[in-house]
Each structure stands twice: as structure tokens, then as C-alpha cells.
């Protein structure tokens, strides 16, 4: 069992919360960010929730924001990390069309805080910190070489794209320059059960779930033929891991190396529940993209033989999980529904 202390910013997205469980696991006092909201965003992480009263809890939250560059840099001498994992993003690509400066503000501009931030402690302190940046398949764009590895040059097709290859070259330049310990994971497409609603791998699994249960009549999606390389976002998470205990940093892919349609991940999505997709569903102009990445595919080789790291949940397996959980979700909800009606029908009567 380790002591060692992480901290994520991001914690309460997907991927921070796979990656909190990884680390708690493996012996880790944790440390998220969040951003201040009126409302709770805590849903993904509340099963490792633990008093903060408690002097021996392991996961400790605080709040804190990539745009301010001087709360990150007192976090840091206040948690005194060993292993820092930068997650924190605006990760809807479409979004990123319409909301760009934001996203470049966050994605860009926020992961140059955040090293600068840690340059600025190392120097304080005398003490190296591991760094993990969140890079992304977004960044090879319009493709040109198939699959994409570690060398292939970058074209992004969107703000979000740009952002990410922003963050990316300053993370190496942090590392050549500074001689900072920083890596880059370049992950592809990865989802599971706690992938974000609007996304739309949980878009199609929610979708053909709530249409089973009788709670949805409409499925709209955009292109059907954009073609990704998929994988579960627990496996992904344990690769950042190991980037960061490896004793020179570096850049890797992190993929399946199988590549599936939007219209494939639909038809299994469905087949799982033994509906056809074509009867519910509805193209939306809205959900185009102004420039599409229409195919990626990555070759992880690197990780495979310099991490050990290799996926472990197949893509109908993944697709099946989100599915039968969607549906699990659905069915409790339709009880809720009958039970509030049953409920309504006695107190009319009465």
C-alpha cells in the first residue's frame, strides 16, 4: 500500500472519479478540485465520500478553478501532492463550437496555469511533483496516418481540438524546458455508466433503455457514420497511473486499436435490448459538427510495451454495460412513476 498524495483537478467527472477509486485503492490520500456551484456535482464520487471531520479520511475535496492561477498555486503548497493529474476540462466537443473562448480559456489557458503554477512550487519547495495531462484523440483531427500514434502530426477540427494540442505542446515544452516530470496521456474515446448524459455513446445507451421502459418515444442524434475508437474508462484511468510511476516522463496513446461507427455503437446499443433502432430514431441538423473528424484509430504500442498497459473490456462488452445499466435506472424510475400515480389515485379517492 502506497502514502502517497494525488491531487486531481476534475475529480468529479468520469474519469476522476475511476481514477479517485484507482488511487484510494492503491493506498493514496486524494485530493479533488471542484468548482463552486449552487448545486451539488458530487454524484459520481459519493460512494467514496468520507467525513472531512474525520483526521484519518483518504479523499479530501476543495474548491478551486483553472482560470485562478493563484488558488491553484496555494492548493498546491497546502496538499503538498506527490502526483498531480490535470482532468479538469470542457470536454463536449460540439460544445466547444459554440462556447470557444471558454474552452480555451479552461483547456488551454487552464492547463498553462496550472503548470506554471507547479513550476512555481517545485521551485519553493526543492521537490519534483509527477504531472498527468489529459490529452486528447481530438488533437490528430483530419487524419493522416492510420492509426494515429504517438508521432503523428496534430490537426485539430475543433476549439476543443486546438485547446487540447494548446495544452499538450505546453506540458512538453514545461518538461523539456524545466525539466519537469510531465506526461501526456493521449487518450481516445472512453466511456462507461458515468459518461456525461449529452455525450452521445450515453445518449444511445440512455436512449435505448428509456425506450424499453416506455419513459422515451424519440431517440435525435447528428452523424452516424463518424468513426471512433472506443474503450472503458476504468481501464484508461489505471494507464495515467502507470505514467506517472515510470522514472522518465512521456507522451502516450492510449487506445484499443479497433475502430466502430456511431451507427455500430446504436445498432448494439439497441440489439441489447431487442428493439430497432430505425423506428425511434431521428436525424437533428443541430448535432453536426461545422468540421467532423470522420475516423480514429489508435496504436498503443508504446503503452503495451513500456507500461504493461492494455485494455481489458471489449466494445460490445462496454456497450452492454451501459445499457443494462441505463435500463436498471429506467425500470427504477418507472416504478417511481406508477407508485406517485397509485399514490395520487388514494389521496383523490379519499
Known sequence: MSSKIALITGITGQDGSYLAELLLEKGYEVHGTL????TFSTGRIEHLY???HDPDARLRLHYSDLEDGHALRRLLDDVQPDEVYNLAAQSHVR??????LYTAGVDALGTLRRLEALREHELQTGRQVRFYQASSSEQFGQVREIPQREETPFHPRSPYGVAKTFAHHATVNYREAYGMHASCGILFN????RRGETFVTRKISRAAARIKAGLQERLFLGNLEAKRDWGFARDYVEAMWLMLQQEEPDDY?????????VRDFLEEAFAVVDLDPERYLEI??????PAEVDLLIGDAKKAREGLGWRPKVS???????MVEHDLEEAEANVL??????SLSTRLRAA
Do not use: N, Q
Open 35 to 38: 468548482r463552486r456551484s449552487s
Open 50 to 52: 468520507e467525513d472531512p
Open 95 to 100: 460544445v466547444s463550437f459554440d462556447m470557444p
Open 190 to 193: 472512453h466511456e462507461s455508466p
Open 253 to 261: 496513446v492510449i487506445a484499443t486499436g479497433e475502430t466502430h461507427s
Open 284 to 289: 437533428d441538423p443541430r448535432y453536426f459538427r
Open 315 to 321: 466494445f460490445s462488452a462496454l456497450v452492454r454495460m
Open 336 to 341: 417511481l412513476r406508477d407508485a406517485g400515480k
